[in-house]
C-alpha cells in the first residue's frame, strides 16, 4: 500500500538519497547548500514550492515537487511539476501515477488553468508513463 502524503522535516534522511537518484538520472550536481535550501522551501508552507512524498511500509519509495504560477495566457495560476522521482525498486508499481495524479488533485483544488511538466528525450520510461497522463506538446524549451 502507498501513501501519498505531504514532505515534512523528518523526512530529510529518507528524501536525500531519492533526491540523489534523482539528480543523478538527470545527470546534474548540485551543490550541497543548493540540496539544503531546496529541502527547506519544500517543508515551508510560506514558499511557493511543494513537496509530496510516496510511502510504502515506512520507506520513501518516490517524491514529486510541484509550484503554482501566474502565467500570462490564463487568468489562473499554472501548476508546473518541476520534479518526479520514484525509486528504482519502486517502479512499474504505479507510484509515479499516483503522484502525478496528486499533483493534479493539489492543482483543482487551487483551480488551476494547467499543470505541465518537462523531460529529457532519453527518459523513455517516463515518457511512456506520461503519454498516458497528458498530451505531450511540441514546445522546445532553450536556456541560458
Do not use: K
Not at 89 to 116: F, K, M
Amino acid at each position: 500500500m502507498i501513501e501519498i502524503r505531504p514532505l515534512t522535516s523528518g523526512d530529510r534522511a529518507r528524501w536525500d538519497p531519492l533526491w540523489q537518484g534523482y539528480l543523478r538520472f538527470y545527470r546534474h550536481r548540485l551543490p550541497a547548500e543548493v540540496t539544503d535550501g531546496t529541502f527547506a522551501r519544500l517543508i515551508d508552507p510560506r514558499t511557493a514550492l511543494h513537496g509530496l512524498v510516496a510511502e510504502r511500509d515506512s520507506t520513501l519509495v518516490g517524491f514529486v515537487h510541484y509550484q503554482f504560477h501566474p502565467t500570462t495566457w490564463a487568468l489562473r495560476d499554472s501548476c508546473y511539476l518541476e520534479d518526479l522521482y520514484v525509486d528504482p525498486a519502486a517502479r512499474g508499481g504505479g507510484v509515479g501515477r499516483q503522484l502525478i495524479h496528486a499533483v493534479y488533485e493539489a492543482a483543482d483544488r487551487a483551480q488551476a488553468a494547467s499543470v505541465y511538466w518537462m523531460t529529457q528525450e532519453f527518459n523513455a520510461d517516463g515518457r511512456a508513463l506520461y503519454d498516458t497522463l497528458a498530451r505531450r506538446t511540441s514546445l522546445i524549451r532553450y536556456e541560458r
